[in-house]
């Protein structure tokens, strides 16, 4: 197979040579790089390599041909594409216009300082283009019937950490082979082969984290801080804390990230002008707490939590339990859960709450539908769009316009292949074993419609995961924690002491909410972040008092 091409379109004669030149002379072992001139040429030449079948990773264009971006994407539909611009900052630049309308997906600045700023930022736009195309190296190796709804939660989980696996149906000769091999009936399937020939059958939560390598097994009894939920909120909060001298427990029901982790893109994330991957961020912002010293037990519930001798304890569900003098509670919120009884009995099996970032794949050329009016179901919308044939968006309003972020629904107009229905329900839904069709109610228009669907991805709001805790701490009519100025307006039960609660601070003195979980959070990443950062000067301000 030829090696995927780096293109090269710029019309000034001396900066195409300059590019050719320095992209070779980095990326020519393992790509072929190439460019022309002008429009005109570059799309003559891709529909050539398009007929030749040589895959296109990169298509770096400058502003005066920019033009060619929507020709060549549709020839190289999978190839990353770069807008060179100046850097002018104004709202009129061509970089603004392309990345809100999803027409590229990065941009460089010109002219860049060195070639290293330049070599830089192609590798990390190579480096997107490879992990796509599927993995080089087995991790894993997954055995798995056809429909397996336990496929669901391994691609999340595997998705989540970025690791490479392959699935193999077990009907088909390598599935039998790799279970013959490994000493595995198919009584137990999924299975799970690490690269070492460690064999999961079956596995469950615990069992893949531990297949990863991270700690799911608390042994830490006492401590200054215990956090309880590692999406931002929670993950900022132990980076913070341990940094300060303070010792520090992260306890998570399942793995790192929350709901941002399964975003495929956050735009408007400060520091990151090209966006990040909800995944890549949280797992860069775990992995620097726990170099900070946080202490991370990943695939372990908080069940309870009680006041003991002026410290604070949580019970965990394997009797475990953390006695901390300071709590800060950080769980987030789940998805609501959709009650049509036909589409529950599939979830993990076309049927998803929240964005199932392993799925992406599975997507390439089918029809998929997502419910929700909120920027997570949006920027679900502009990622599933870049495989799936059609993406529809069920929005029980009017319209997006209230719920969704202006850049989003710039991005969802400009794409073809998006369609959003207004003022719609999904009532029922089924197939044979998956997901095969869906029943929608058009409102407006009081008719039924049976359509076609491959997936269905709810995100209709969530709510926030407070069962668990004591009636102690007080909660709002929907189960959000009532914190600092709240805790004297509207809590029933009594505030013990003279001082006033502390922003974030719940009922329980000590006790802190952050993120998602408290009543009247801003829902965004980086308001949780801040929250978390909050929290821990908050906790200084209480251990002194």
């Known amino acids: ?57 990169l298509l770096l264009v400058d502003d005066a041909s920019a033009e060619c971006l929507p020709g060549a994407h549709e020839l190289f539909p999978r190839a990353k594409r770069v807008l ?12 603004v216009e392309a990345m809100a309308l999803g027409r590229a997906d990065y941009h460089i600045v010109r002219p ?72 595995v009936d198919a009584s137990r399937l999924p299975v799970v082969i690490r690269h070492d020939s460690q064999v999961y059958a079956d596995p469950k939560l615990p069992d893949l984290a531990r297949a990863l390598g991270v700690n799911v097994t608390n042994d830490r ?16 909060a132990a980076v913070y ?34 966006g990040i991957a909800g995944g890549d961020l949280m797992e860069q912002t775990c992995e620097q707490a726990w170099l900070m010293g946080a202490h991370i037990v990943f695939a372990q519930q908080a069940v309870a939590l009680e006041c003991r001798d002026n410290r604070h304890v949580v019970h965990l569900l394997d009797g475990s339990q953390v ?35 392993g799925e992406s794949r599975a997507m390439r050329g089918q029809d998929v539908f997502i419910v929700g009016a909120g920027n997570s179901a949006g920027q679900a919308a502009v990622h599933l769009a870049e495989y799936a044939r059609t993406v529809t968006l069920v929005v029980r309003g009017e319209s997006l316009a209230k719920s969704v972020s202006a850049y989003l629904v710039r991005a969802i107009e400009a794409m073809p292949n998006i369609v ?63 914190t600092g100025r709240e805790v004297r307006e509207e809590a029933t039960t009594r505030w013990p002491l003279d001082r006033d609660p502390m922003p974030l601070e719940t009922s329980t003195p000590g006790v802190f909410a952050l993120g998602d979980v408290r009543k009247g959070s801003i829902k965004r990443v980086a308001s949780a972040v801040g929250d978390g950062a909050t929290a821990v000067r908050l906790v200084h301000e209480y251990l002194a008092s």
């Open 420 to 482: 959003v229905r207004s003022r719609t329900e999904v009532i029922d839904g089924g197939g044979e074993g998956h997901l095969e069709h869906l029943t929608l109610r058009d409102q407006g228009a009081d008719t039924d419609e049976k359509v076609q669907a491959a997936a269905l991805f709810i995100m209709i709001g969530g709510e926030p995961h407070t069962q668990w805790l004591p009636d102690s701490l007080a909660r709002d009519e929907q189960g959000y924690l009532l």
């Open 241 to 274: 804390a341990p940094s300060e001298g303070l010792d520090t427990v992260l306890l998570e029901q399942a793995i790192s990230g929350g709901q941002a982790g399964t975003s495929p893109m956050i735009r408007n994330y400060p520091g990151f002008p090209n």
């Open 1 to 57: 197979m030829a090696s995927p091409l780096i293109y090269v379109v710029d019309h000034d004669p001396g900066s195409l040579r300059v590019l050719l030149t320095d992209l070779t002379r980095r990326f020519g072992r393992a790509f072929t790089v190439r460019g022309a001139g002008s429009r005109e040429a570059a799309l003559q030449e891709l529909r050539e390599l398009d007929r030749a079948r040589e895959p296109v990773a």
């Open 84 to 95: 060179l611009v100046d850097r002018d900052y104004s709202s009129t630049s061509p970089a």
């Open 112 to 183: 860049w300082p060195d070639q290293e700023m330049l070599y830089r930022a192609v590798s990390q736009f190579l480096s997107s283009w490879t992990r796509e195309q599927g993995p080089a190296f087995e991790l894993f190796r997954v055995v798995a019937r056809k429909g397996d709804q336990g496929m669901a939660e391994l691609r999340n989980v595997m998705g989540r950490f970025n690791l490479p696996f392959v699935c193999y149906p077990a009907e088909e000769e390598t599935g039998r082979r790799l279970l013959k091999e490994n000493g």
């Open 323 to 357: 006695s901390a003098r300071v709590i800060l509670i950080a769980t987030g919120v789940e998805w609501r859960r959709l009650g049509v009884p036909s589409l529950e009995a599939l979830v993990g099996s076309g049927v998803y709450y929240g964005m199932a970032v």
């Open 221 to 236: 009894d006492v401590c200054d801080v215990a956090i309880v939920g590692a999406g931002p909120a929670g993950l900022a």
